[in-house]
């Protein structure tokens, strides 16, 4: 098992950058897929990316192609999600979520995910 933490949330002005990280305990977190993901007050959870643990294997949202990268530093443990060009509708809560297999159909589907961070904040101002 991984227990996912997220970190890097906080305050920015519309146009401004973000990197978030997402770090787990554990030799084998860097053989999990992980996703990131984001729940706006009154909305759905929103599927953004997500990476193989081999890194070489990414996927984004139409919403975020472009403007948000995912990447992941195996020695470290971590996985990032760099976020540029922010926008107002950007506020959510952000989590990453790990899994052990799942399919590229499934990758953006947030219950096929079983190991969940308790999310970081990320507040886009106009």
């Known amino acids: 098992q991984v227990q996912p933490v997220e970190s890097g949330g906080g305050l920015v002005q519309a146009g401004g950058s973000l990197r978030l990280s997402c770090t787990a305990s554990g030799r084998t977190f860097s053989i999990y897929t992980v996703g990131w993901f984001r729940r706006a007050p009154g909305k759905e959870r929103e599927f953004l990316s997500a990476?193989?643990?081999?890194?070489?294997?990414?996927y984004y949202a139409d919403s975020v192609k472009g403007r948000f990268t995912i990447s992941r530093d195996n020695a470290k443990n971590t996985v990032y999600l760099q976020m540029n060009s922010l926008k107002p509708e950007d506020t959510a809560t952000y989590y990453c979520?790990?899994?052990?297999?799942?399919?590229?159909?499934?990758?953006?589907?947030?219950?096929?995910?079983?190991?969940w961070g308790q999310g970081t904040q990320v507040t886009v101002s106009s």
């Open positions: 979520a790990a899994e052990y297999f799942i399919t590229a159909q499934a990758m953006a589907d947030p219950a096929e995910y079983h190991y």
């Open positions: 990476i193989r643990g081999n890194g070489g294997t990414t």
